[in-house]
């Protein structure tokens, strides 16, 4: 082959590497083309998505000026694209906060550590027409290149604020409203308690002075029906001046043993006890520690127990009262079993509500306060309190008290 034919071989092959560079400049348009219309059907729907958002959108390079603003940013702030477009973040700021946002971009150029993105706060806004604001901030930031942006999502909250305060009015009518009340009943039980204490004294004195005279069952019957609604009505008033205590103070702690609380209201009841033939097992362990608490308040839930178990021990051949404590790591439990008429499983959740009474029990002496009073008392000394029990067999009352306390915080 001569230098002629070599050389029109040559250009046949560079013209072919042509064609083939041809096609794939042509395919690499085609998916610059393809990757052109990804990216604005992409940014469409972002813009879409950020334009239809409730909360407003704001975007701001390092230098910060705005080079993002939704629809929801023009309706919280009152400036359209056009005005705010390039203007400097602080323009939406009270000048009260626009020092602080200014040392904060100082700060995070300088050392690149943010305080505030990745964080909720609650600030305030500036709107165009000069009215502050409150609002909630969520802030991040983004990388294009070289370049670092922050993009803002911020929430008008005025309405929820207006809404906190509105609750917080109502919280505190409500409180001094309470607290008249309480006045009001303890005025009117201090009132009540002295008329009701003459009149079951002069029950007495007038039941002891008509011994003398024939009996009479009708007379009989009216001055009991007196004497016994008299020291119901007694009962209730003192009951309800200590529920109101209770809620009201806090208890005067010191240490005390919790086993000679115990015997001293077992003594109490001694006369009770023998009277209704009830056999009596007291466990104690032998050795307690000391805890901190107010003991008139603890005796008062041990006697309420106690006499509790004692009055709906029903009709039984063979009544058991146990009173028992034990220690369990850093806490003393305390129960109180009897083999009564139990509390139906229907009453168990409700037993511990004030002013409650399980119906049918057939003891008319009672409040409905005492045990409240016993779980408000336990619950002010960190302990809890609960019941097992089951109807016609009997129940298990019981209590815990914390052990361990900081002997500084007792006094």
């Not at 009015?169 to 005025?187: D, K, Y």
């Not at 779980?375 to 815990?400: L, P, Q, R």
Request: with cysteine.
């Amino acid at each position: 082959m001569d230098d002629a034919d070599k050389t029109t071989e040559e250009l046949l092959a560079e013209l072919k590497r042509l064609r083939g560079r041809v096609s794939e400049l042509e395919a690499l348009e085609q998916g610059r083309r393809k990757i052109e219309r990804a990216l604005r059907d992409s940014e469409t729907r972002v813009r879409s998505v950020t334009q239809s958002a409730v909360d407003a959108i704001i975007s701001a390079g390092i230098d910060d000026r705005i080079v993002f603003w939704n629809k929801a940013a023009e309706r919280i702030f009152g400036y359209t694209e056009e005005e705010i477009l390039g203007q400097p973040v602080s323009i939406l700021m009270p000048p009260a906060l626009r020092e602080v946002h200014r040392r904060g971009m100082q700060r995070y150029i300088k050392t690149g550590r943010p305080s505030a993105i990745g964080r909720t706060l609650e600030l305030h806004g500036l709107r165009k027409s000069g009215e502050e604001f409150p609002l909630e901030l969520s802030l991040s930031s983004w990388h294009a290149g070289e370049r670092i942006f922050f993009t803002g999502i911020i929430r008008d909250i005025t309405a929820r604020k207006e809404a906190e305060r509105a609750l917080a009015r109502s919280v505190e009518t409500a409180r001094r409203r309470s607290e008249e009340l309480e006045s009001l009943v303890q005025m009117v039980i201090h009132d009540l308690k002295s008329p009701v204490i003459t009149i079951a004294g002069m029950v007495r004195a007038l039941k002891k002075s008509l011994r003398s005279l024939p009996p009479d069952e009708a007379r009989e019957h009216i001055l009991n029906q007196i004497d016994i609604s008299s020291e119901t009505m007694e009962n209730f008033l003192r009951d309800l001046l200590e529920s109101l205590a209770v809620e009201q103070q806090q208890p005067e702690r010191s240490f005390l043993r919790l086993d000679e609380v115990v015997k001293r209201v077992m003594e109490r009841h001694k006369n009770a006890v023998e009277e209704h033939g009830i056999a009596v097992t007291v466990d104690l362990p032998d050795s307690i520690p000391e805890i901190c608490a107010d003991e008139r308040r603890i005796e008062q839930v041990i006697e309420n127990l106690v006499g509790n178990a004692i009055r709906y021990m029903g009709e039984k051949d063979s009544p058991t009262l146990r009173l028992q404590i034990t220690q369990q790591e850093d806490r003393l439990v305390t129960t109180v079993s009897d083999n009564g008429i139990g509390v139906p499983a229907a009453f168990q959740e409700k037993i511990f509500d004030r002013f409650f009474r399980v119906p049918g029990t057939g003891v008319k002496v009672g409040t409905g306060l005492g045990l409240s009073i016993v779980k408000k008392i336990v619950e002010s000394h960190g302990g809890v309190v609960w019941v097992d029990s089951e109807e016609g067999k009997g129940s298990t009352f019981g209590f815990t008290l914390p052990v361990g306390e900081d002997p500084q915080s007792c006094s």
